[in-house]
């Protein structure tokens, strides 16, 4: 029979396909995860890794381990939330992706003076690596941009969220009442990447409206971006509830907040989860926290 800890071991060399970032990440040395990877090859009477050149590649044997091995340990998860269950007590940890903290600021802050014994680990993800944290088991929920379609995941809409351009207090869309996407042709962009789902959001729509724009800088925080927008490099284009965070703020003086003329880019925030997650008390009352 398998130890978990060994299978804990093998999945994170799975997912690195490299012993030394692997090692960091367990807070073991190198040479104490290679020896205990050689004993679960010799355990399975196989190798499950091969080295070509500087790269290390599962081998078929391993990608079927890595299956099961995944499986195995998201159920013993799952016992070990609904066996805490039994003793009724309020406490527990929760690993929560979400595409942009200020999603959940005031929720967080009301459900910790709620329940202070639970722990809550909040990670700023893009919709994708939410996903894939999900589904990996290395986190419990996620508040994203819908939809998110799996059969495999339950989708809770919160609600609509629509996307606002950012611009120096200086320049002339500042005075506007709204803007309409066309006029941004104007004005140089620093927007998300490309595999953020707000860029994702605001090329649809721009596309919808025949609208071609390229961005001269794309930053992967809406605080980077609002930095290059108060030292007039450009404008940026933002969900309008991190936006509206901005007001009063020392990072937000210098900027104005404009509304997008319709259609506006707008889409549906809620949270996601396993369907096969065990509810825990932790994790419902996290849920009904939200959807209050």
């Known amino acids: 029979m398998l130890e978990h800890r060994l299978l804990e071991y093998f999945i994170a060399v799975a997912e690195e396909l490299h012993f030394t970032r692997a090692a960091e990440r367990l807070g073991i040395t190198q040479p104490t995860l290679s020896h205990q990877i050689r004993l679960l090859e010799q355990e399975l009477g196989t190798p499950l890794f091969q080295r070509t050149g500087k790269k290390n590649y599962l081998t078929q044997a391993g990608e079927i381990l890595l299956e099961h091995a995944r499986r195995a340990v998201y159920e013993l998860e799952q016992a070990k939330r609904q066996i805490k269950q039994l003793s009724g007590l309020q406490q527990g940890h929760l690993r929560i992706g979400c595409s942009g903290n200020h999603l959940l600021e005031s929720k967080l802050i009301s459900f910790h003076r709620q329940y202070p014994g639970i722990g809550l680990t909040v990670l700023e993800l893009a919709t994708e690596e939410t996903y894939n944290g999900l589904m990996h088991n290395q986190l419990d929920l996620g508040v994203v941009f819908l939809p998110l379609q799996d059969e495999q995941i339950v989708t809770k809409p919160l609600y609509d969220e629509e996307l606002v351009l950012v611009v120096s207090d200086?320049?002339?869309?500042?005075?506007?009442?709204?803007?309409?996407?066309?006029?941004?042709?104007?004005?140089?962009?620093?927007?998300?990447?490309?595999?953020?789902?707000?860029?994702?959001?605001?090329?649809?729509?721009?596309?919808?409206?025949?609208?071609?724009?390229?961005?001269?800088?794309?930053?992967?925080?809406?605080?980077?971006?609002?930095?290059?927008?108060?030292?007039?490099?450009?404008?940026?284009?933002?969900?309008?509830?991190?936006?509206?965070?901005?007001?009063?703020?020392?990072?937000?003086?210098?900027?104005?907040?404009v509304p997008l003329s319709e259609p506006t880019p707008r889409k549906k925030v809620g949270l996601v989860y396993r369907k096969s997650t065990s509810l825990d008390f932790a994790l419902q009352a996290f849920i009904e926290h939200l959807t209050a």
């Open 170 to 257: 200086r320049h002339p869309f500042a005075r506007m009442a709204e803007v309409p996407v066309g006029h941004l042709t104007e004005l140089p962009l620093v927007l998300f990447p490309p595999k953020f789902y707000v860029r994702q959001l605001f090329d649809a729509s721009c596309a919808e409206g025949g609208v071609v724009l390229k961005p001269i800088m794309e930053l992967s925080t809406m605080e980077s971006q609002v930095h290059m927008v108060r030292h007039q490099a450009g404008g940026t284009v933002l969900p309008s509830s991190y936006a509206q965070t901005l007001i009063g703020t020392d990072l937000g003086s210098g900027v104005a907040v």
